[in-house]
């Protein structure tokens, strides 16, 4: 979606932990567990940097409930942690095949994005946006609770195939 | 949307608090601050009977957070108080005209519910399919967490006009 958008998109894989980040938009595709390792071995690359959480902190061996303090989201605790950098969360409404197809069940796909810094906000929006899939500002970073809330619903009905994988929670404006 | 399905509707207002319950699924269509004060005057007479929960324990003066403790929610607080009823949560994705409309953006409008009585879920699902509109199971009374964060969201991103107040999330299945 974002190489369809125009962005230079480069994937950095397990075991690249001396990779050089050029990116000025970094995307936490992994699961949460990994996300300290990860702020640890880039940390001062990721400084100053966007860097876009969509973790699922959930325990999948249960499905029971969300692993991060009730208060907090995964994306709070990786903007509590150095570098000191834009933390956005973002996708969690999204299943995979509602970005490849842009659309759920017909309804165009749209990305919420959470986070407290607007020029951040604005960039994966319009990179977004260019690829093809809305995206809608969600407010403030603390609104992340909220959206891992919904993506851990939206994954528990899946789970249980009362939705499908390519279903979900469309947004309607 | 009871009414039209046939089930025999009765409306309970505020000064009413002699009135007789005699149906049996009660729907808590009150600002969260009042429940207390409901299941005070009503108590025993709720007991044994299907109470919905579709309350948003939010502060509206600022909207920055629910009001219910972070691990917790109304419906589990509402469940914890006497009488024993059997708790659900529900309506927390369906805005009242999405209800009214039977549709969402062109989808038709689905109820989730949570709870932990399998039997009183199915007579909500049941009285709210009748009415001409979907309704899912969505996981036991720990569910309703989640359905107040997306209620909450939905509420925020009504009041900051970036979505309708006839749109919000449609679930996709």
Redesign the interface.
């Known amino acids: 979606m974002f190489a369809a958008g125009g962005s230079d998109v480069a994937n950095v894989t397990r075991g690249q932990r001396e990779a050089t980040i050029s990116g000025h938009i970094v995307v936490l595709a992994v699961p949460y567990p990994e996300v300290d390792g990860i702020l640890t071995a880039f940390g001062a690359q990721l400084a100053g940097k966007t860097v876009v959480d969509i973790t699922n902190p959930l325990d999948f061996s249960t499905f ?2 969300l692993v991060v ?3 907090e989201s995964a994306a709070s605790h990786i903007q509590a942690k150095p570098p000191e950098s834009h933390v956005l969360k973002a996708f969690k ?1 999204t299943f995979a095949a509602t970005l490849v197809n842009r659309q ?4 165009p796909t749209t990305v ?1 994005v959470a986070g407290d810094d607007a020029d951040a906000k604005t960039s994966l929006i319009d990179a977004i946006t260019v690829g093809g899939v809305s995206a ?4 403030a970073l ?2 992340a ?3 891992e ?2 993506g ?2 939206q994954l ?2 899946a789970v ?1 195939e ?3 994988w390519n ?7």
């Not at 279903?167 to 404006?173: H, N, P, Q």
């Open positions: 029971v409930s303090p009730a208060a409404t759920v069940g017909g309804v919420l809608l500002d969600a407010g603390s609104r609770r909220e959206l809330a919904i851990f619903l528990t009905l249980s009362k939705i499908g279903g979900g929670f469309a947004v309607i404006r």
